[in-house]
């Protein structure tokens, strides 16, 4: 049974930062073909907030380029989410995502991010 965890969250002041990451286990793949991060605020949609491929290759969204980086090591189906110069905004409950294909896609439980002064 494939297992996704996040560890990281927590409370930090704005112009702060905080460093997620996540495991995947128990998987068949020896890399997943997607991974990433998502978070969802009170009130609003779930939201991609950075991806990154098998082959290296990421995507953020235009509130966050600049300020968080993404990073993954194949040989552990890990990934990580690097986030610097937190605002307010960033506040939400962040997940992680394992993906190979339509059917083989796998979120973790979520862990909370708040920036508050």
């Known amino acids: 049974q494939v297992q996704v965890v996040e560890f990281g969250g927590g409370s930090v002041q704005p112009g702060g930062s905080l460093r997620l990451s996540c495991a995947a286990s128990?998987?068949?793949?020896?890399?997943?073909?997607?991974m990433g991060w998502y978070r969802q605020a009170p009130g609003k949609q779930r939201e991609s907030v950075a991806t990154?491929?098998?082959?290296?290759?990421?995507n953020y969204a235009d509130s966050v380029k600049g300020r968080f980086t993404i990073s993954r090591d194949n040989a552990k189906n890990t990934v990580y989410l690097q986030m610097n110069s937190l605002k307010p905004e960033d506040t939400a409950v962040y997940y992680c995502?394992?993906?190979?294909?339509?059917?083989?896609?796998?979120w973790g439980q979520g862990t909370q991010v708040t920036v508050s002064s």
């Open positions: 995502r394992a993906y190979e294909t339509q059917l083989q896609d796998y």
């Open positions: 128990g998987s068949i793949f020896s890399t997943y073909n997607m």
């Open positions: 990154v491929t098998r082959g290296g290759s990421t």
